[in-house]
């Protein structure tokens, strides 16, 4: 079977740095991505890395080892507003469908 | 800006009713996807599209269809709603995988 795994929850604090990880078990691997769901919202694309490596963008950077079928994403000066759900996503074929994990909810207290 | 527009946020069905649920994107992209999200249990693909009338069964396809007869629209079909099909249907719309997919609102559908 196909399995990401990530941490249910994650608490850090305003303007603090927090790395969210995600290992993955996949048939095969087109790619790792992020998302971001805020409650009562739809996910937004936050990242894709498809070579081993740090991506940045802004705040966030994404990061991945295929060899260890692992990547993270990490968000910086964390804002209250940075508090959301964040989903680690695979490409397991090319026809660019995503296996999602089960999502990590980040909570950004004062 | 680009948009993908799913019919209803709030749906109550009956048991053993056909449901269907609307997705149009604007975005002349040739993939689409249809996810349901359950806490606790992630996204997950029901069925996908690479093009129109062209259709493929994702990771829990059993009790619903799919119809895509023009590029723009791809519906979702609950051909006997059952109580397990309560859940958030989520569609998608993407250009490949550099790019992410872009979600609508979704549809919290309950079936009583």
């Known amino acids: 079977g196909q399995s990401l795994e990530q941490p249910s929850e994650v608490t850090a604090v305003e303007g603090a740095i927090v790395q969210i990880n995600c290992t993955y078990q996949t048939s095969g691997f087109y790619g790792l991505s992020w998302y971001q769901q805020h409650d009562g919202g739809a996910p937004t694309f936050l990242s894709y890395n498809a070579l081993d490596g740090l991506e940045e963008t802004g705040r966030f950077s994404s990061f991945l080892s295929r060899s260890d079928s692992y990547g993270y994403l990490l968000l910086q000066e964390l804002q209250m507003k940075d508090s959301a759900s964040y989903f680690c996503a695979v490409g397991v074929d090319s026809s660019y469908k995503l296996i999602f994990g089960s999502g990590t909810r980040l909570l950004v207290r004062p | 800006d680009v948009k993908v527009t799913q019919s209803s946020r709030y749906l109550v069905k009956r048991t053993g009713e056909k449901v269907f649920l609307e997705c149009v994107q604007d975005?002349?992209?040739?993939?689409m996807f249809w996810y349901r999200q359950d806490p606790g249990l992630g996204l997950r693909l029901i069925y996908f599209s690479y093009d129109v009338k062209m259709k493929e069964k994702g990771d829990i396809p059993e009790g619903y269809s799919v119809s895509r007869e023009k590029k723009e629209r791809f519906s979702l079909i609950l051909e006997s709603a059952s109580t397990n099909q309560t859940s958030m249907y989520l569609c998608?719309?993407?250009?490949?995988?550099?790019?992410?997919?872009?979600f609508g609102s979704g549809t919290r559908l309950t079936v009583v």
């Open positions: 998608a719309s993407s250009p490949g995988p550099i790019y992410g997919y872009t």
């Open positions: 975005m002349d992209h040739e993939n």
